[in-house]
Nanobody, 120 residues
């Protein structure tokens, strides 16, 4: 069983910053890609940023230059530093991790989500 726990959401004014954290725990061999997604009310969940085990990063266009994804492989943790936040960044942010089992199989797990609210 794998647990994925996010933290760091909250309420911030436009132009402010927040840092999200997501830690995965369990009897896993390793973690491949880790990523952040978000879902605003009435909208579909969308990719925000991903990072591979080798450190390659991918961002959606609207957050490039403002958000930075990073990871600590020793802690099985991924971070999302969000700067210059805008009201349109308001959403529930979810973490997804791609785990590799000792058997060689893989599975994906989602966190429970953390609310980010940006006031204008």
């Amino acid at each position: 069983q794998v647990q994925v726990v996010e933290s760091g959401g909250g309420l911030v004014q436009a132009g402010g910053s927040l840092r999200l954290s997501c830690a995965a725990s369990g009897s896993i061999f390793s973690i491949n890609a880790m990523g952040w997604y978000r879902q605003a009310p009435g909208k579909q969940r969308e990719l925000v940023a991903t990072i591979t085990s080798g450190g390659s990063r991918n961002y959606r266009d609207s957050v490039k230059g403002r958000f930075t994804i990073s990871r600590d492989n020793a802690k099985n943790t991924v971070y999302l530093q969000m700067n210059s936040l805008k009201p349109e960044d308001t959403a529930v942010y979810y973490c997804k991790v791609s785990c590799v089992w000792y058997s060689g199989g893989t599975d994906e797990y989602w966190g429970q989500g953390t609310q980010v609210t940006v006031s204008s």
